[in-house]
């Protein structure tokens, strides 16, 4: 792996982000739910105010785990828990959220359309980090969604730190095309109990970050997970996470970009 980038050109930008982990109706073919998520129920979305920015990152139907194997940390993702999509939000500010309001109450009633079970997962202002990874004119073809469980008896705030060090590690390796790191508050159903929609999430199931890597195309995405580059950091985060479930994304489209709700996504 090159790590020609500069120290520079990897310093992040701090985000106030949230995620939603979905997993879409069992009742029907997956891609008409999947399918529906992309087109109605997303221009009820696009329309909330005080989005920065909002991206669907659909999961491919096959998703066993990309991560190496590594000891005493859950790599293999359950199937009875194998997540369908995210609905990345990024807001423009702190009180963004109060701002949507009117419309996300759209976006509950029309939750049950398509999704059996959704989970929201905030973090605080600033606490999601974009890294500039790519050289200009560089596009991500291929990307990996990763969801890691704090282990227990690890503090939170050293749990934080090591997924910012994971991260510049990461993002020093020449390899990427996008990086984006989010920490995530205690979870609280009452953030997004939407009606009709499962919510359970025991206690041993949650995760506390995320990282979203992109990568030039898919032949680079395999290369990467199977190097001893990831295989050195992997034993490193064996201390700090439980689990650590790699999602290959199978689309990631974005419906608002710069606080604009655009006419049609963008991949």
Request: aromatic content about 10%.
């Amino acid at each position: 792996m090159s790590k020609s980038l500069s120290k520079a050109q990897v310093q992040p930008r701090k985000q106030f982000a949230s995620s939603i982990l979905l997993w879409v109706r069992s009742d029907q073919p997956r891609e008409t739910p999947m399918g529906y998520w992309k087109g109605p129920h997303s221009k009820i979305i696009s329309a909330t105010k005080g989005f920065q920015e909002y991206r669907q990152i659909h999961l491919a139907g096959v998703n066993p785990g990309l991560w190496p194997t590594t000891r005493g940390v859950e790599t293999e993702i359950p199937v009875e828990r194998k997540i369908d999509g995210v609905a990345e939000i990024t807001f423009q500010s702190a009180l963004s959220p109060l701002r949507g309001r009117k419309q996300t109450r759209l976006a509950f009633k029309d939750e049950v359309n398509v999704f059996r079970r959704t989970l929201l997962y905030l973090g605080p202002p600033n606490s999601s980090r974009w890294y500039e990874v790519a050289e200009p004119g560089e596009h991500v073809g291929a990307r990996a969604l990763i969801y890691l469980r704090r282990r227990d008896g690890v503090r939170a705030v050293d749990f934080r730190k090591h997924i910012i060090e994971l991260a510049s590690a990461l993002a020093g390796t020449g390899v990427l095309k996008e990086l984006r790191t989010q920490t995530f508050l205690p979870w609280i159903e009452k953030l997004w109990d939407t009606p009709n929609v499962a919510h359970d999430n025991p206690a041993d199931q949650r995760f506390h970050a995320s990282l979203i890597l992109g990568f030039a195309d898919p032949a680079a995405r395999a290369a990467f997970f199977k190097s001893p580059e990831i295989e050195s950091l992997s034993d490193a985060l064996a201390p700090f996470a439980s689990a650590v479930h790699a999602y290959e994304a199978s689309e990631a489209l974005t419906f608002v970009k710069d606080g604009v709700a655009l006419p049609h996504y963008q991949q």
